[in-house]
């Protein structure tokens, strides 16, 4: 079992739709969490942080149940330039800070 | 402010050679991580430098070698190349280690290995 699991996708939504993508991770002793946005052939960049009372940043919101092990991302009004890799990532330990990534999920908003 | 930098960006070698990759962290970051991204794959943790030291190491056999530098920058050496090997390899660079500090990455080397 992956430590961080995803839905790959893809995620095909027209323009100003509202989209969730959901991640578990296997780890119980994971201290942080994280959305990444990877662009094709670009490098991961960080969308936000995830926290247990929650996270909104304009039209993304970031969600973290620790008793079910479940991060969510959910995305408001779909823009095209939302069309990206969005990457799942866990933290075990507090001496480093070793990414664990899921496969991501792959989300393509159509005009 | 120069962001994280990587070179070569893109490389091929054949099978059974060696590679080295090269990353220099963002300004006032110590600590350097290395990342594999397989196509289609989220990136795999290599192994972590602090101070000079491999802190933290994944999954990887020992043909995957690194080192640090007393100015923070960082190689990545892996020998016996394997076609397996191909991949995306990402540096990452933060300040102390903790677990909830951000890590900025470089644009990556692109190996091919023939």
């Known amino acids: 079992r992956k430590e961080v699991e995803q839905d790959p996708g893809p995620f095909n939504v027209p323009e100003g739709a509202t989209v969730a993508f959901n991640c578990t991770y296997s780890?119980?002793?994971?201290?942080?969490f994280f959305w990444y946005r990877q662009d094709c052939r670009k490098e991961p960049k960080l969308l936000m942080s995830?926290?247990?009372s929650g996270n909104e940043d304009g039209r993304f919101t970031a969600q973290l149940n620790r008793a079910s092990q479940y991060i969510s991302l959910l995305i408001r009004d779909s823009k095209l330039s939302d069309s990206a890799t969005y990457l799942c990532?866990?933290?075990?330990?507090?001496?480093?800070?070793?990414?664990?990534f899921g496969t991501g999920t792959l989300l393509a908003v159509q005009p | 402010d120069a962001g994280v930098t990587q070179s070569p960006t893109h490389l091929i070698k054949t099978r059974g050679q060696q590679v080295t990759l090269r990353c220099s962290p963002k300004?006032?970051?110590?600590?350097v991580s290395w990342y594999q991204q397989a196509l289609g794959q989220g990136p795999q943790f290599i192994f972590q430098?602090?101070?000079?030291?491999?802190?933290q190491r994944g999954n990887f056999p020992d043909r995957f070698s690194g080192h640090q530098f007393p100015n923070y920058s960082s190689e990545l050496n892996v020998n016996a190349l394997l076609l397996g090997d191909s991949a995306l390899y990402l540096c990452a660079s933060s300040f102390g280690g903790a677990g909830y500090n951000e890590q900025f990455f470089g644009p990556g080397t692109r190996l091919t290995v023939l």
């Open positions: 995830v926290y247990s």
């Open positions: 990532v866990a933290v075990y330990g507090g001496a480093t800070n070793k990414l664990i």
């Open positions: 780890n119980s002793a994971s201290q942080s």
């Open positions: 300004s006032g970051h110590d600590t």
């Open positions: 430098y602090y101070e000079e030291e491999e802190r």
